[in-house]
């Protein structure tokens, strides 16, 4: 059996018929008991084609817009990746001693640049249509709200990664993630939930929330419980009297690679005492002597940004609060995400340049012009803002198609960033038992609530 649908060019469905039987060289188009269902007899082809009698079907393809759960799926396992492998690139030249300013300037010019790529392919591929207008027509109508909230998202999202830059330093990568990400999907996921008109399973959706929230508690059990484990580690080469411990590294190649645990016996390895005070005289953000707290309030900071920034864009796609005036389209995912990084570019580029001339957390001062001739990493930092600017638009594509709410499962990026952390830079290499038994309780946790919160995916009518 075979189905069909046609286009042609304002064809009359009775006349693509007539055009089938000469095209196959016969058969009989019967139209059965005054029904809109056509069957063909073709010599060797049975097939039922279904169509509307009446129907006038023109020439053109529609704007591509994903619809189906399994490519909402798909869309949410590579933003995933994604979101997960951006971090991590970005930690590794905060180690190497980039300054964050000079970093995250870098990487905001790239996610600007995904959301404009995204616009001018997807949001263009085809013809549009009065409910669904494409990204180009959308700009010149009449949609300031959504484009509104859609920037809002945007302003959130800038703050949150921004915080997370210095977090990643205080916290560890896998920690800040998880922490940030958990937080988001609590809040975040039960306000989606709520806007998008609970197409989501609630009895298998907040149970997975819940598993988020005790994701946090274990997530800062770890970073105390690792932090006291270094303290140990250097208390213990101080008294000693190791001369590692209080002298810088001297020559490029005992600098390269710090994060590396497989060096020769000139390289400190990664978990020793020697590791912690080469990496910490190279690094860019210096946090010996500085409070667990203030990492931890950078964190969870960044975490409530993070929870918002995709109910506002849900806003800002689906009109839930009817702001837009009658007959006005909605906006289209493209074109929202477009709005969504304009805003965070502009929030970023004002933000890093500022912090060039009046630094925080005590970092070194730098100038625009030390900015443009910083080419150390420049490429990783570009690849970072590619990577986390065509992670959340898939994130968004998944989330209009499946509902926000199971789309933050992709929250799950800590996985990722937890993978590059131990494999990159020896985080919990040579760490006490306990904080084994907390950090594989945390991973354990969070898989767990993973997996809840994407069976409760719905689907947007």
Known sequence: MLQAS????CLKVSDAINCLRVAFGGGRPEMASNKD????????I?????????????????????????????????ALFFLGTWPAIMTLLERRGRLPQHTYLDYTLTNLLAAIVIALTFGEIGKGSPEQPNFIAQLSQDNWPSVLFAMAGGVVLSLGNL??????????????????????????????????????????????????????????AVHSSNAADNKAKLIELREAG???????????????????????????????????????????????????FVGLAITFFAGVCFSLFSPAFNLAT????????????????YTAF???????????LILNITFLYRPVLDLPRSSFKAYLNDWNGRGWAFLAGLL??????????????AGYAAADAVQALPLVSTFWGILLFGEYRRSSRRTYILLGSMLFMFIVAVAVLMASSGHRK
């Not at 269902?37 to 060797?44: A, T």
């Not at 080469?278 to 690094?283: A, F, S, V, Y």
């Not at 477009?338 to 970023?348: D, E, G, K």
């Open 6 to 9: 046609f286009c042609g060019s």
């Open 37 to 44: 269902l056509f069957l063909l007899d073709f010599p060797g």
């Open 46 to 78: 049975a097939s039922v084609i279904s169509v509307p009698t009446e129907r006038i079907i023109c020439s053109g393809l529609k704007m591509y817009l994903v619809e189906s759960k399994g490519g909402a799926i798909a869309c949410m396992l590579l």
């Open 163 to 220: 915080s997370t830059q210095y977090a990643w330093a205080f916290v560890g990568l896998s920690v800040t993630e998880v922490i940030t990400a958990s937080i988001t999907v609590v809040i975040g996921t039960t306000l989606n939930y709520f806007l998008d008109d609970k197409i989501n399973r609630a009895e298998i959706l907040f149970p997975g929330v819940g598993c988020f929230l005790i994701a946090v508690c274990l997530g800062s």
């Open 242 to 292: 190791y001369p590692s411990a209080s002298k810088e590294a001297t020559t490029n190649k005992e600098l390269k690679d710090l994060e590396n645990a497989n060096g020769t016996t000139e390289k400190a390895r990664a978990g020793t005492a020697d590791f912690l005070v080469e990496l910490e005289n190279r690094r860019a953000i210096k946090v010996f002597g500085k409070s667990t």
């Open 318 to 333: 689906n009109d839930q609060w009817h702001t837009l005036k009658e007959g006005v389209p909605k906006l289209v995912v």
């Open 338 to 348: 477009f709005y969504f990084s304009v805003s965070c570019f502009v929030l970023a």
């Open 388 to 401: 986390c600017g065509f992670g959340n638009g898939l994130q968004f594509m998944g989330g209009q198609a």
